[in-house]
C-alpha cells in the first residue's frame, strides 16, 4: 500500500467532497459544500489529504480561526475538522497520520492553540487534545412578560443585514472585551458575509435599537441570531453592548414572545458563556426555570505554551496594575505533559515576564486539561490548586492570590457559527 499524504490541489475539491460525504455520511453534504466553497477564511494548504494507492481517502482541515483570549488579547487557533477516511480504508492509521501532519501545519503557521469539536474524545487525546466544558441553557416560558416591562426608548425589530452589519460588527467586538471573553472567534469582517457561518448559525435576526421616543430607528445596542425549532427557538449567538444593558430586557420580552408564537411550547436554548446576563433575564421575566448543561465536546490543545503565555502577559501585567499589586513577587513553571513543553512567569513589581527557561520558584507539572481550566478561566484559582495536590504540589495563599490575578476566572463562549 502506498500512502501520499499532501494538499489537493484546486481541481481536486470536488473530490475531496465526496470522500468527506462518504465519511460522514449525506447529512452534511451542503455544510461541506459550504465549507470549501463559501468560507473566506478557507486556503487549500489548509486541507490535508491521504491518497492510497492513487486514490483520495482520507481528510483533514485545519481552518483558520484566531481567537480572543480575555476579551482583548488574540491568539492564533488552528480549528480542526473534517476528520474523516472513507470505512474501507478505517483502521490503519491514515487519520492519525493526518492529524500529525496537521499538528505540523500548525506550527509552520504558529497557532498557539488548536480546537476541535467531537464525540469521539480518546481518539484525539493520544495526541494532545483535552476535553473542555461548554456551557449550554434551556429553559421554557412560564408566563410572557407584559410590554409595558420593556424600558422605555428600547425597541428590537428585525435585522436588516445590509444596513445593521457595521453596527453589530461593532457589538461583537465590544461585548468580547467588555464581559472578558475568551474563545470567540475574532472574525474579519469579511466572515460575517459567508454561506459557511451563515449556514451554521451566523445569522443575525433580531436587533435591539436604542431609539428617541417611540420610534425604534436609532443606535443599534444588541442582537441575537435565532431560529426556529419544533418547540421555541435556539439561539446560535447573542451579544449586546454592556453600556445598554436596559436593551437586554426589551430582547428578552421579543424573544420570550416568538418561542411561544404559533402554540409552540415556548422553550428557549442555545449556547451561553456561564451566567450571561441574556439567559438569566429570559427566566426572570418569563418565571422559567433556568437549566445549564455542560457538555464536554470541545477539545483544545497548546500547541505553544510560551507563545499562550507571551500573548497573556500584557493582560496579566494591566491586572496587576489595576489592583496595585505592586508588592506581589513570585514565579511559576509550568510543565505540561501533553504536548511536552515547559515555561517560566516571574512577576516581580508589577511586572511580568515570561521566558523558557526551568528556574522557578514553584514548579507546576499540568495536564492539558488542567492548563487550559486555568489559563481560560473556567475554574479559580483557589479550586484548581486543589487539582494539583494528588501530584504533591502545595500552592500557598500568597502564590494562589498572585495566580488568581494572573489567571482570573472568566467566560468562554465558542458560537455556532464559527465551527469547523
Ligand atoms: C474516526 C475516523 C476518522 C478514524 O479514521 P481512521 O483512519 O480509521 O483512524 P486511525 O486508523 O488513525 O485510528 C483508528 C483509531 O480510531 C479509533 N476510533 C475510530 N472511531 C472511533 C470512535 N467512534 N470512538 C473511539 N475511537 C474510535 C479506533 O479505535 C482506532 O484506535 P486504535 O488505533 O487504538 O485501534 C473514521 O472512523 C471516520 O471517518 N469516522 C466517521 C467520521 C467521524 O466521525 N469523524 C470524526 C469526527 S470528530
Known amino acids: 500500500m502506498s500512502v501520499v499524504v499532501r494538499n489537493p490541489k484546486p481541481d481536486e475539491l470536488t473530490t475531496v467532497w465526496e470522500v468527506l460525504c462518504g465519511a460522514f455520511g449525506e447529512g452534511p453534504r451542503e455544510r461541506f459544500r459550504r465549507q470549501i466553497w463559501e468560507d473566506s477564511t478557507f486556503a487549500i494548504e489548509q486541507i490535508r489529504i491521504a491518497e492510497v494507492d492513487g486514490k483520495i481517502v482520507s481528510h ?3 481552518a483558520e480561526r484566531p481567537v480572543f483570549y480575555r476579551g ?39 497557532h498557539a492553540i488548536s480546537m476541535l469539536f467531537t464525540d469521539i474524545n480518546p481518539f484525539y487525546a493520544r495526541l494532545g487534545w483535552a476535553n473542555f466544558p461548554e456551557w449550554r441553557f434551556q429553559l421554557e416560558v412560564q408566563r410572557l412578560p407584559d410590554k409595558s416591562q420593556v424600558p422605555e426608548g ?3 425589530r428585525p435585522c436588516e443585514i445590509d444596513k445593521d452589519l457595521p453596527d453589530l460588527q461593532a457589538i461583537y467586538r465590544k461585548h468580547v472585551e467588555k464581559l472578558q471573553l475568551s474563545l470567540c472567534h475574532a472574525r474579519p469582517n469579511n466572515f460575517w458575509f459567508d454561506g459557511h457561518p451563515q449556514y451554521l448559525g451566523l445569522k443575525p435576526s433580531h436587533v435591539v435599537v436604542k431609539g428617541q421616543g417611540t420610534r425604534d430607528e436609532g443606535k443599534a445596542v444588541g442582537y441575537v441570531c435565532a431560529s426556529a425549532t419544533e418547540r421555541g427557538i435556539r439561539l446560535s449567538e447573542f451579544a449586546y453592548d454592556p453600556e445598554h444593558p436596559q436593551g437586554l430586557i426589551a430582547l428578552a420580552v421579543a424573544l420570550a414572545s416568538e418561542a411561544k408564537a404559533e402554540g409552540k411550547e415556548g422553550v428557549i436554548e442555545g449556547i451561553t458563556p456561564f451566567a450571561h446576563p441574556l439567559p438569566q433575564i429570559l427566566a426572570e421575566l418569563t418565571d422559567a426555570n433556568l437549566w445549564h448543561q455542560v457538555s464536554e465536546h470541545m477539545m483544545l490543545r497548546v500547541n505553544n505554551l510560551l507563545q499562550c503565555l507571551e500573548i497573556a502577559q500584557t493582560l496579566m501585567e494591566k491586572t496587576l496594575t489595576e489592583v496595585g499589586a505592586k508588592n506581589l513577587h513570585g514565579s511559576f513553571r509550568f510543565s505540561l505533559s501533553k504536548p511536552e513543553q515547559s515555561a517560566v512567569i516571574e512577576v516581580q513589581s508589577g511586572k511580568v515576564k515570561v521566558r523558557d527557561n526551568d528556574a522557578a ?6 495536564t492539558p486539561r488542567e ?9 479559580s484559582v483557589w479550586q484548581w490548586r486543589h487539582l494539583l495536590v494528588r501530584k504533591g504540589v502545595v500552592l500557598n495563599e500568597t502564590q494562589t492570590a498572585l495566580l488568581s490575578l494572573l489567571f482570573p476566572n472568566h467566560p468562554t463562549a465558542y458560537w455556532g457559527g464559527d465551527h469547523f
Not at 480549528?79 to 501532519?101: C, F, S
Not at 520558584?361 to 499540568?366: A, G, S
Not at 486555568?374 to 475554574?379: E, I, K, P, R
Open 60 to 62: 483533514v482541515w485545519v
Open 371 to 379: 492548563f487550559c481550566l486555568l489559563f481560560f478561566g473556567a475554574v
Open 361 to 366: 520558584e514553584v514548579t507546576i507539572p499540568v
Open 154 to 156: 428600547y425597541f428590537v
Open 72 to 110: 482583548q488579547a488574540v491568539l492564533p487557533m488552528g480549528g480542526i475538522g473534517g476528520v474523516g477516511t472513507l470505512p474501507d480504508y478505517r483502521g490503519q492509521g491514515l487519520a492519525t497520520l493526518l492529524l500529525e501532519d496537521a499538528i505540523a501545519y500548525m506550527e509552520r503557521k504558529e
